[in-house]
């Protein structure tokens, strides 16, 4: 049996014996580097956090730790401590702000598809004990079209895609949701992708933004696309990411930092559809391995 098959397994019979609580997981990506991807991430968790959410941020970037610098959280342990050094889940979670959870994914995601049973039985264990710790877990991915990349968005129920009005950067998003749409293991039917234009400088360029890939998705890939909402060019974000800090905690009435709360309060009100209310960071993984 192979490691996808074992995984899938292990997970049917957790949930045959206990109806575990399920996490919502947002998958967030972007065709190319530089268009705030990370921003985007560390802020939407202190917005779910402010709405009363228990949130988990997991770091799947093999490159850039972009994430743990703006919360100031170097993390002491990642995924393959709990994979292979018997870490538990809390463990090698490290605290951030506003208590919000802070996860490495580490050498430990290149290691998935090389698991003995017994270590696949005990991430089942560790990673469903997440799905009861957090009501939101954020996966903030590298940015391109990399396996590594592709991997996690395949797997994932809801995705995120963060562009700009820049020409290279709708370029490099329509490239990723080709890769995408194109590849046999997407199940387009069981997945959305949510669209967020950053840094621009109206409503109107927001709205070009996704227009853009709206019309090239619809006529090329033939399929669906949706818009979440933007976040404006803003000198109060700017200054906080010079700072290495995060614009909602640091100047929280900036512009910038009150659009990321619509963008977080769009996702809560957004009606959950039958297939993301019975996935989880479980089921999750299970489709990432099935894919690698």
């Known amino acids: 049996m192979d490691q996808a098959a074992q995984l899938r397994n292990v997970i049917k019979m957790r949930s045959q014996s206990e109806e575990a609580a399920k996490a919502r997981v947002f998958t967030i990506t972007s065709g190319k580097g530089g268009v ?38 170097i993390p002491k342990y990642n995924l393959s401590d709990l994979i292979y050094r018997g870490k538990t ?26 698991l003995s049973r017994d270590q696949i039985t005990y991430l089942v264990r560790s990673l469903s004990e997440l799905d009861q710790l957090a009501d939101v877990v954020l996966i903030d991915t590298g940015a391109g079209i990399s396996d590594s990349v592709m991997e996690f968005v395949l797997a994932s129920a809801e995705i995120l895609l963060v562009a700009t009005p820049e020409p290279s950067s ?45 019309t090239v998705v619809h006529q090329f ?36 930092a009150k659009a990321f709360e619509v963008l977080a309060k769009n996702l809560l009100n957004h009606e959950q559809k039958e297939y993301v209310m019975k996935r989880g960071f479980l089921q999750m993984l299970a489709g990432l391995v099935g894919k690698a």
């Open 221 to 256: 890939l033939n399929g669906d696309i949706h818009y979440l909402g933007m976040i404006p060019q803003d000198t109060m974000l700017e200054k906080a990411v010079r700072q290495q800090k995060t614009v909602s905690l640091l100047y929280p009435e900036a512009e910038s």
């Open 89 to 114: 889940m809390k463990e090698i979670m490290t605290p951030g702000p506003l208590d919000i959870g802070f996860i490495s994914g580490g050498s430990g995601i290149m290691a998935l598809n090389n």
């Open 36 to 73: 705030g991807k990370s921003n985007v991430a560390v802020n939407l968790a202190v917005q779910f956090r402010k709405l009363g959410k228990r949130v988990v941020i997991f770091d799947a970037d093999l490159g850039l730790a972009n994430v743990e610098v703006m919360f100031g959280s």
């Open 170 to 214: 709708l370029t490099d998003s329509y490239s990723l949701l080709k890769a995408l749409f194109r590849n046999p293991n997407f199940p387009q039917n069981e997945a959305e992708i949510h669209v967020i234009a950053n840094k621009v400088l109206s409503t109107e360029d927001a709205a070009a933004v996704y227009e853009k890939l709206d």
